[in-house]
Structure formats: structure tokens, C-alpha cells
């Protein structure tokens, strides 16, 4: 008789996957269990069997871990948003260690002693949101929130303890709103930025709003204090509705009396506390003196490189983004940095970066998941610093970036954190300092 392949199984989880699973082995084939955590036993339903894996939920737990919590929140194990709010914050944070040592040492690059970490209050954090919206009138009507686990499905979410709370807060009147809107079904997204002074919410439409569309979303700004912008194509189609002409968004880098200013559709890193500290650490880690000079790749808004400046005798920012490059220059100026330029180039593309005016004995790097191999490759061949500090929101390409690095012969993995950017989420930002040999 065949075995029923929707029965539940009994096993024993053995590890975390990197996007916060339990592994276990049944039958000798690898299991990705969502909802175990390792040491525990578990009964699990089966999910979806592929050749060389399967993955399956927790059905009932058998034998705990002692590391095991109660989720805070209600949405846990549905919203997309969290994947490892049933563990502790100390395993957390052991959790993403591992995740990192093991793809350093899986890509062979010798460890520093000891990986630190910095960490600041786990929840009401994320000052940068991208939440999806559907009008689903069975459902109720319009869900504003995070795609669920496993589907393209929204969560409808009435609060959301991982969000600056006074958007979470926003939440409920959000979905009134949207059910005002003529193009309801037509609106798939609200980005939220949060700043300092202001917090905006940019809603994509792909149908043209009308006139009490926009007076709609006008009073709701007006009501709750909240900058609104519509936008209907790419980021050039952002359009402000209330105030009709708002602040820029800004936030401060306090130990360095600096304020960054950025638009609602701009990049920043989404846990302001952690930012500061790192942007701390970068610029401790590097002892810049006032001879050196310093390359800051991938730059954005001038993160890293105004804070950089006030210590080096020069800094230059290279980004990819035109209206970036512009927003760092505009940042300098305002914070009064006149050792700080910027230059828009494309750091994937070998052949047009072009750094040759400077003489650089520090650089940073903090690439897109994509890592940062090319502009790499450039700095080692042509530039040969001192010290390169390597900012990293994926392992995996820290980790081949990491033995590029190691293999040239010429540098050594001097330190390395997590830096605890996005709590109860299985994303690993990572810091990573590489010397010279001498
Ligand atoms: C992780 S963000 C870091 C930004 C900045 N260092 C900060 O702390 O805010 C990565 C940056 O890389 C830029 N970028 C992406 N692809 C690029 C490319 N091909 N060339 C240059 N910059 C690129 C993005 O626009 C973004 O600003």
C-alpha cells in the first residue's frame, strides 16, 4: 500500500535554513518545516514535495525548544513580513551569526576570532515599508499589509508591531480610504517612508485617479498629519497631493550633527537606530586621519560618506542613481561638507567606473543583494587600500565577494558583525573589515 502523502510526519529538526526554516531529514531527503525550530521534535504536514527537497508546516509540536517564545503578534505564520518571531531575540541573533559563518567559512574565508553584533529594540523599527493593497470585497473589502508566507495573497493587517507605530497606527483608516478610491482595485501598493519630521505614504495607481479620489486622500493626509503623493508610473510620476509642497523627509546621524535629507521613494536603510550604530562602526573601524582619502561605493544619499568626511581629508561617493548622487550633493551642502564629491556610475559595469583622481587609502562598499564583485575587482586592481569595510544585506555574495578578496593574496577578514537591521526577519546585514596583510 502506498504511503498517504498528506499524512503528518514525526521528526526531529536539526537545523534553521537561512530564510528561517527548520531542516530536518525524513527518509533521507532534506525537509524545510516552517514554524520548527531546531532540537525540537515536531509532527509536520507536508507541503509541497519537490525531487531534492520538501517543505511542510508544523502540525503539532512534540518536544519544545527552550528557545521557543510566544509570536507577539497575531498575524505570525501568515504575513510574509516575519519569519522568526517564535525565537527568542538572543537565538535570533545566534541564528543570523550562523547564517553568516557558515557562508564565509562555506566560501573558505578564514574568521576573525569573534562576530559582534549590534543590535537596538527589536520592534517599531521600520521606518520603510512597501505594503501591498487588494480590494477583495469578499473578504471584507480592501487589505492593506504584507503578502502572506506562502501566496501573493495580501494580510490584511490592522496593526503591525515591526512598523514605526504611527503607521501601524494608520493602518485601520488605511483601509477606509482605499475603499473611498473610484480605482480601488486598481491601487496594488502603498510605499511609507517615515522621517524624522514627516511621514509619507506614496500610493502606485495604474488607473487615473479623479478629482474626489485626490480630495479623498488630501483630507486623509490632512486628518493624520501625513504627506500623501500618488504615483502612477516609474519614481519620476511621484506627485505630492498634501501639503501640495512638502518637506524633504530627513533623519539624523546624531553623533555626527548630521541630517540627512531623502524623498519618499528613496533608499535608506530601513532601522534608523541600527544606521547610526553602523554608520559609527564603519567610520571607527576604518581610523581615518585627516590624510586619508576615502571611496564610498554605492553611496545613496551619502550615508556613509558625509559621516566619513568630517574625519578623512576627502571623501567620493560613487552611486548608480542620478537623482541619488544629486540628493548626496544637496546633503553635503546643507550639512556644510565641502570635502565630500559624488559621481553617478554604474559600479557593474568595469569599464566606465572610473575613480582615477583619487588616492585612496579607505573605501566602503555597500552593494545591493547583488554584492559588489566588479567594482571590487576595480578597487583591488587599481586602488589597493588600506582598509575596504564592506557592508552586506546578503550573505551569499558577501561570501563570494569575501574570497575574491582573500584570494587576491592581499587582504584578510579583520572584523565582522550582524548588524540586527530587520528584527524577527530572516534578513542578515552584515559588516565586514578587511586589512591589508602587512
Ligand atoms: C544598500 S544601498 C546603500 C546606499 C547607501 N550606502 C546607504 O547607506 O544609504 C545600495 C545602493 O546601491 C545603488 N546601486 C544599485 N545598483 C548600482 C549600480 N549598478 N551602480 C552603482 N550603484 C548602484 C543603489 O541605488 C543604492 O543606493
Request: proline fraction near 5%; hydrophobic fraction near 40%; aromatic fraction near 8%.
Amino acid at each position: 500500500m502506498k504511503a498517504d502523502p498528506t499524512a503528518s510526519v514525526e521528526t526531529q529538526i536539526e537545523g534553521l535554513s537561512h530564510d528561517g526554516r527548520g531542516v530536518a531529514r525524513i527518509e533521507g531527503k532534506v525537509w524545510f518545516v516552517e514554524g520548527a525550530l531546531p532540537g525540537e521534535t515536531v509532527s509536520v504536514k507536508r507541503l509541497k514535495g519537490r525531487r531534492s527537497y520538501s517543505t511542510g508546516v508544523v502540525d503539532s509540536i512534540i518536544v519544545k525548544s527552550a528557545d521557543r517564545v510566544k509570536p507577539k503578534c497575531g498575524y505570525f505564520g501568515i504575513c510574509g513580513g516575519c519569519a522568526v518571531q517564535h525565537l527568542s531575540y538572543a537565538g535570533q541573533l545566534d541564528f543570523k551569526k550562523q547564517v553568516v559563518s557558515d557562508a564565509l567559512v562555506g566560501a573558505q574565508v578564514p574568521l576573525p576570532d569573534q562576530i559582534d553584533i549590534l543590535s537596538a529594540d527589536p520592534w517599531a523599527y521600520r521606518r520603510r515599508a512597501r505594503l501591498g493593497v487588494r480590494y477583495v470585497p469578499k473578504k471584507g473589502g480592501a487589505l492593506v499589509g504584507f503578502r502572506e508566507r506562502n501566496n501573493s495573497y495580501i494580510t490584511g493587517l490592522e496593526s503591525c508591531d515591526v512598523l514605526v507605530k504611527s503607521v501601524s497606527d494608520l493602518l485601520p483608516s488605511l483601509r477606509g480610504l482605499i475603499e473611498q478610491i473610484s480605482v480601488r482595485d486598481q491601487l496594488p501598493q502603498i510605499e511609507v517612508a517615515v522621517g524624522e519630521n514627516a511621514t509619507a505614504l506614496v500610493f502606485r495607481h495604474l488607473k487615473p485617479l479623479t478629482d474626489p479620489d485626490r480630495d479623498a486622500l488630501a483630507a486623509f493626509g490632512e486628518i493624520h498629519q501625513t504627506q500623501i503623493f500618488t504615483q502612477s508610473k516609474g519614481p519620476k510620476t511621484v506627485t505630492a497631493v498634501w501639503p501640495t509642497e512638502p518637506d524633504s523627509l530627513n533623519y539624523p546621524l546624531e553623533k555626527f550633527g548630521l541630517t540627512i535629507e531623502f524623498s519618499p521613494v528613496d533608499f535608506v536603510q530601513i532601522n534608523g537606530a541600527i544606521n547610526e550604530k553602523l554608520v559609527e562602526t564603519i567610520t571607527s573601524w576604518l581610523e581615518l586621519n585627516h590624510q586619508d582619502e576615502v571611496l564610498d561605493l554605492f553611496c545613496g544619499l551619502g550615508n556613509f560618506s558625509l559621516a566619513t568626511a568630517q574625519s578623512a581629508k576627502k571623501v567620493l561617493g560613487v552611486e548608480g542613481e542620478p537623482s541619488l548622487v544629486q540628493k548626496a550633493e544637496l546633503n553635503a551642502s546643507r550639512n556644510q561638507i565641502q570635502n565630500a564629491t559624488f559621481r553617478t556610475r554604474d559600479l557593474f559595469d568595469d569599464g566606465i567606473a572610473d575613480w582615477s583622481e583619487g588616492n585612496f587609502s579607505k573605501v566602503i562598499v555597500d552593494p545591493p543583494r547583488s554584492g559588489a564583485r566588479e567594482a571590487l575587482k576595480r578597487v583591488v586592481d587599481d586602488v589597493k587600500p588600506e582598509a575596504i569595510a564592506y557592508v552586506s544585506c546578503n550573505p551569499a555574495t558577501l561570501a563570494r565577494d569575501s574570497a575574491d578578496l582573500i584570494e587576491s593574496g592581499i587582504y584578510r577578514l579583520d572584523r565582522l558583525l550582524v548588524a540586527d537591521m530587520f528584527p524577527h526577519t530572516a534578513h542578515v546585514e552584515t559588516a565586514a573589515l578587511f586589512k591589508q596583510i602587512s
